[in-house]
């Protein structure tokens, strides 16, 4: 069964700083992989998706993931944080049902 | 589109009182999945339906949880009776054909049990 790892529950960056938020997988076949972004009381929002169409997929708001299958790795990429971006951020895993991970609350200091 | 939709946002009652949440889906998904939301377990997948026919219930905690799609566009989750251990942020998501594509979540049911 496939499964997915986040690294790190919480991350906490500058105004401008690099956003970094680390995801492995584990599945059998070739996965669909997925990040999620959730905002204080609101539900989970796509972010991006990687069908394997290319391995680095842009996302809204400026984010993208870069797919590494050597690695097992989807990281979730920011070159400029804002304190909009603070929220909670899942990654996810498909390859027959969808798996999410435990989630990285990212803040963002001024 | 409206999005998916859960009703009520918030509900708080008493332990032993039974519990309803609803959701209702975007127009043309089959796929309907109930998750459960808290900080010690984070966020969990209870049940999820594909046309209408339950397709994984491994996640239910128990007997006293339900869950059933009366329709294609709507879906219900019991408690009863409920418990304070069940106070949670209970999530409903749908998507088109599975979980190959993305799901779209609703805004989600606060629930307080006393």
């Known amino acids: 069964a496939q499964s997915v790892t986040q690294l790190g529950s919480h991350v906490s960056v500058s105004e401008g700083a690099l956003v970094l938020l680390r995801c492995n997988y584990s599945?059998?076949?070739?996965?669909?992989l997925f990040w999620y972004v959730q905002y204080p009381n609101q539900g989970l929002q796509l972010l991006l998706k990687y069908t394997s169409a290319a391995t680095l997929v842009k996302g809204i708001n400026g984010f993208e993931a870069e797919f590494k299958k050597s690695e097992t790795s989807f990281h979730l990429t920011k070159p400029s944080a804002h304190m909009s971006d603070a929220a909670e951020y899942f990654c996810a895993v498909s390859d027959n049902d969808m798996r999410f991970g435990a989630g990285t609350r990212l803040t963002v200091k001024p | 589109d409206a999005g998916v939709i859960q009703s009520p946002r918030h509900e708080v009652t008493e332990m032993g009182q039974e519990v309803t949440l609803r959701c209702k889906l975007i127009?043309?998904?089959?796929?309907l999945f109930w998750y459960r939301q808290t900080m010690m377990r984070g966020l969990e997948l209870l049940i999820y339906?594909?046309?209408?026919?339950?397709?994984?219930d491994s996640g239910m905690p128990e007997d006293r949880f339900s869950a059933k799609m009366p329709n294609a566009s709507f879906s219900t989750l019991k408690i009863q009776p409920s418990e304070p251990r069940d106070s949670a942020v209970y999530f409903c998501?749908?998507?088109?054909?599975?979980?190959?594509?993305?799901?779209?979540f609703g805004p989600g049911t606060r629930l307080t049990v006393l």
């Open positions: 339906f594909n046309n209408n026919v339950p397709i994984d």
């Open positions: 599945s059998s076949v070739p996965p669909y």
């Open positions: 127009s043309g998904h089959n796929s």
């Open positions: 998501a749908s998507s088109f054909q599975s979980s190959y594509n993305e799901q779209f």
